[in-house]
């Protein structure tokens, strides 16, 4: 389970603090595919990049699982990042390496052999349905071909987590909807829990059991995605 208790994330800048994020209190289960939605400027990418340690709260913590993430460093706070997988709008694929390099990557920085590695990104390529991809850079694909790299590249290291950070966004409608289902897809076959965050409502409303609203930096609303999206 993941848990936020009272989490604030507050930037200096030269004109003054921002408070990005304020006093959020969050339940995510297990097995969950949980969204965020907001406007630009709502806080949701602070919010995610402090899920995986790439921003620490100003106040309050963050759990995932056993770890307490928002304190941990170094090498644990390394190893607690290999059991995070995220993906991002615009791929951030290595450019000058194939399919199969951008996928190994990962299992490369965790100091997996060679052999272990090479079977383990032929099942993520047949897995994201990339199959005779490998050798392919990613200029070389489309965009949700790369969004499918992005996706192996992430579940790698056999996360117990994906962020999501508006993956779809740069997407026609039609690849977003494949993207989607290879989501829900990986959310039912592998069990690990999905973060995503958006600013398209058809995007919450095709994947996520709950959803939380952000405004100026709070959760406004939260519950079903059915109940919260109810027209009244
Ligand atoms: P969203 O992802 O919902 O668009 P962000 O989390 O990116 O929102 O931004 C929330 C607020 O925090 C915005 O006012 C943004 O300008 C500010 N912000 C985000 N990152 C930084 C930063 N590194 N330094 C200063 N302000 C930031
Ligand atoms: P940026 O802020 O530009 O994303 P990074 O240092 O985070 O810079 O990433 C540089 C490149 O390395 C990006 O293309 C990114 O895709 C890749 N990269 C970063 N972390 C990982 C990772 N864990 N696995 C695979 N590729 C990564």
Redesign the pocket.
Known sequence: MIKLDNVSKT?E?RNGA?N??KDVNLEINEGEIFGII????????????MFNGLEAPTQGAIHINDVMISDVKGAALRAARQKIGMIFQHFNLLWSRTVAENIAFPLEIAGVKKAERERRVAELIHLVGLDGRDKSYPSQLSGGQKQRVGIARALANDPDVLLCDEATSALDPQTTSEVLNLLTDINKRLGLTIIL?T?EMPVIRKICNRVAV?EG?EVVELGDVLSVFQTP
């Open positions: 930037f800048t921002v990005a994020v907001g406007y630009s400027g709502a806080g949701k990418s602070t919010l995610i990049r965050i600013h952000m930096g």
